[in-house]
Nanobody, 122 residues
Framework: VQLQASGGGLVQTGGSLRLSCAVPSSLDYYAIGWFRQAPGKEREGISCISSSGGTKYYADPVKGRVTISRDGANGSVYLQMNDLKPEDTAVYSC?????????????????WGQGTLVTVSS
C-alpha cells in the first residue's frame, strides 16, 4: 500500500499551497509524516501527526508556516503551507510510521508513494 501525495505546483514567494496525502483505511492507526527532498539534498522530515491527531510535530525550517491536519472521515492528511520560500522547493512525500515525534527518521517510515513537486519562484 502506497500513500499518494498531491497538491504541489508552482507558486511565488510568499504564496500558499495545501498538500494532501490519501491514507487508506488499513493505515488509520499509523502516524503520518511529511518529508521533502530538494535537489542534491537528503530527504528530511518536516511534519508528522499521530493516528488520533493529538500529537503534531513541526521541524524548525517550517515551524510557524505549516499546519498539519488529519481528516479521519475521508482518510486524508493535509499540509497547509504558507509564506513559502524558494528554499521550500522540493519533492514532498508522505509516509506512515508507528509514532509521531521529533526524530522523524526516514527509515522508520514506510508505504512511500510518489511525491508531489513544490516549486517556489523568487
Amino acid at each position: 500500500v502506497q500513500l499518494q501525495a498531491s497538491g504541489g505546483g508552482l507558486v511565488q514567494t510568499g504564496g500558499s499551497l495545501r498538500l494532501s496525502c490519501a491514507v487508506p483505511s488499513s493505515l488509520d492507526y499509523y502516524a503520518i509524516g511529511w518529508f521533502r527532498q530538494a535537489p542534491g539534498k537528503e530527504r528530511e522530515g518536516i511534519s508528522c501527526i499521530s493516528s488520533s491527531g493529538g500529537t503534531k510535530y513541526y521541524a524548525d525550517p517550517v515551524k510557524g508556516r505549516v499546519t498539519i491536519s488529519r481528516d479521519g472521515a475521508n482518510g486524508s492528511v493535509y499540509l497547509q503551507m504558507n509564506d513559502l520560500k524558494p528554499e521550500d522547493t522540493a519533492v514532498y512525500s508522505c509516509a506512515a510510521g508507528l509514532f509521531c515525534n521529533a526524530r522523524m527518521v526516514v527509515a522508520e517510515y514506510e508505504n512511500w508513494g510518489q511525491g508531489t513537486l513544490v516549486t517556489v519562484s523568487s
